[in-house]
């Protein structure tokens, strides 16, 4: 995985890319494949834009990968998704620690089989020490159900007297979430047309900015991650604030 050349922008990149990785379904349904077959091309998307994310000099990208939402899919398609995750853990982790790419996982560990487990505390061990990119996989993850983990936590530290009630702000409330450590998404991407959040990084993608494009995720690559950026550079970032 070599860096790709520099890149003439007139704006910096974003420093943290969020992408819902959609439309792997409905590439393989156009082509007559099984829907295994979109994700499995959905695999060399993930490798593609890690790439182009080292060549733009992005800093985090996270990737939502299984939402806890999916888990209501066919029982014989999370089995071939868990198959595929063992696979690109197995395949992938020597290459991503090799390019100085750190991997994290949020989501809710607890469904999923002990050996993934496994290979994803070894993989985030293993690249614990990279800084060149942080990739976050958003795994059995949704945002609903991580911000009550982090109002259940305070709650627990309010009745224990471990926190006044009167502190609790913006700045606690983010410490307490899966991405207390992370920063907030600058540019979240949507794949395959589709315009919504889909109960991904609701908290933090308050500022965001979004773009939707009707490319389906296994044809996503450096070029179009190369145009979102560029689209990015030329919004005006105002945070709420009025135009002067």
Same mark, same amino acid.
């Given at each position: ?10 704006? /910096?990149?974003?420093?943290? %890319? ?23 091309? *959905? ?21 939502? *990968? ?16 868990? *198959?595929? $995750? ?9 290459? $991503? ?15 999923? +089989? ?20 942080? $990739? ?21 530290? !309010? ?6 009630? +009167? ?10 979430? $899966?991405?207390?450590? %992370? ?13 919504? /959040?889909?109960?991904?990084? /609701?908290?933090?993608?308050?500022? !965001? ?34 135009? *002067?």
């Amino acid at each position: 995985m070599e860096p790709l050349p520099a890149h003439s922008t007139t704006g /910096l990149p974003p420093r943290h %890319i969020a992408i819902i990785m959609d439309g792997n379904g409905r590439w393989a349904k156009s082509r007559g494949l099984p829907r295994t077959e979109g994700h499995r091309r *959905g695999i060399g998307s993930v490798r593609k834009t890690v790439q182009a994310a080292i060549g733009l000099g992005v800093s985090y990208l996270t990737l939502y *990968g299984f939402s806890s939402e999916n888990w209501n899919r066919p029982a014989g398609e999370v089995k071939d998704l868990m *198959g595929l $995750l063992r696979i690109y853990l197995r395949r992938e982790v020597a290459d $991503l620690h090799k390019n100085g790419v750190r991997l994290r996982f949020i989501g809710d560990r607890s469904r999923l +089989a002990p050996d993934i487990v496994r290979l994803i505390e070894d993989s985030e061990e293993i690249t614990r020490r990279n800084s060149r990119l942080t $990739l976050v996989i958003a795994l059995s993850y949704g945002s609903r159900d991580e911000i009550l983990f982090a109002v259940r936590g305070l709650m627990r530290e !309010a009745a224990e007297g471990r926190i006044d009630p +009167a502190d609790i702000d913006e700045a606690a409330f983010a410490k307490r979430l $899966l991405t207390a450590d %992370i920063p907030d998404p600058d540019l979240i991407i949507r794949t395959s047309g589709e315009q919504r /959040l889909s109960n991904f990084l /609701l908290w933090q993608s308050a500022y !965001a900015e979004m773009i939707f494009t009707r490319c389906l995720w296994p044809d996503f690559g450096e070029d179009e991650l190369r145009a979102a950026v560029s689209e990015f550079q030329t919004r005006d970032r105002r945070y709420g604030a009025a135009v *002067g």
